[in-house]
């Protein structure tokens, strides 16, 4: 399949980072009100792709084919993203989002064919580049039944700093879809989640767990980073608890999400 042509394809939305946007994803967050300055990763709440019903798909996504590639390959993962701050980004204040596909790239795995997307996303203010983010799509052959999971990376011998346990349920899930508007139908709907896509219970969202190790990172350093990035190793359920671990080495911080098996289904870090 060519897909040489979607490269270098771009799309530009303008409108306002809403407080309105932002407060519901602060109430899924726990915080009692919205921070002074927009913490990276809370722009994933505003400015959101808004699809009519008759353009969506039949897992909840936006149809492909019009800017993200039609690749034969029904499955979505949000699989990691960078992101760097280069000036605080004002609540509120008219804003452009500038979106382009750096990369496509197919590859044969384990569980047969998948394709990497690697989408570079720009936030303008005032004409002046505020924030850099690079996010990688996975696309991946339809399920013929339940995977065979992967074994994550041991933890090794690195020692948190905290480790807080998050116990997911459908009611998190839904709101983090909500103040996102993700309908991917793997994060509420479960009856799809086990019947098409053969998971074991609710997924919850890579940028959810992401979004949560900043938070547990704000609480016990008082800070938030100006770079982030992160990967997601394998995915978490709402059938148990997860944890959020970290560590600060000087101005570098490293994060990372266990399983409940002790294995990590994420790595993280920035620098703060």
């Not at 726990?30 to 300055?37: A, I, M, N, T």
């Not at 959810?208 to 982030?228: I, M, Y």
């Not at 994060?255 to 409940?260: F, N, P, S, V, Y």
Request: charged content about 25%.
């Amino acid at each position: 399949m060519t897909v040489e042509p979607a490269v270098g394809r771009t799309r530009v939305r303008r409108g306002r980072l809403a407080s309105a946007d932002l407060a519901r994803l602060a109430a899924v967050l726990g915080r009692p009100s919205l921070p002074d300055r927009l913490p990276l990763g809370w722009q994933w709440a505003s400015l959101n792709e808004v699809p009519r019903a008759a353009d969506m798909g039949e897992d909840g996504h936006p149809q492909r084919g019009d800017f993200l590639p039609e690749l034969g390959l029904p499955r979505r993962m949000f699989a990691g993203a960078s992101m760097r701050l280069i000036s605080d980004l004002l609540i509120d204040a008219p804003t452009e989002v500038e979106e382009r596909i750096i990369s496509v790239q197919e590859k044969i795995g384990r569980t047969g064919r998948l394709a990497f997307v690697e989408l570079e996303r720009l936030f303008f203010q005032y004409g002046q580049l505020r924030l850099s983010e690079t996010q990688t799509l996975v696309y991946r052959q339809a399920a013929q039944g339940p995977a065979v999971q992967e074994v994550a990376p041991a933890p090794g011998d690195v020692k948190a700093d905290w480790r807080e346990a998050i116990h997911p349920d459908p009611v998190m899930l839904f709101r983090f879809s909500a103040a996102t508007f993700n309908a991917h139908r793997i994060h509420y709907d479960r009856d799809y989640a086990q019947r098409v896509e053969f998971y074991p219970g609710l997924v919850v969202h890579g940028p959810l767990v992401a979004l949560l190790l900043l938070e547990a990172l704000f609480r016990h350093s008082g800070r938030s980073p100006k770079t982030f990035h992160f990967r997601a190793l394998s995915p978490l359920f709402d059938t148990a608890p997860f944890f959020l671990c970290g560590r600060l080495d000087g101005d570098q911080a490293e994060l990372w999400a266990e399983g409940a098996d002790g294995q990590r289904a994420m790595t993280a870090g920035g620098g703060v």
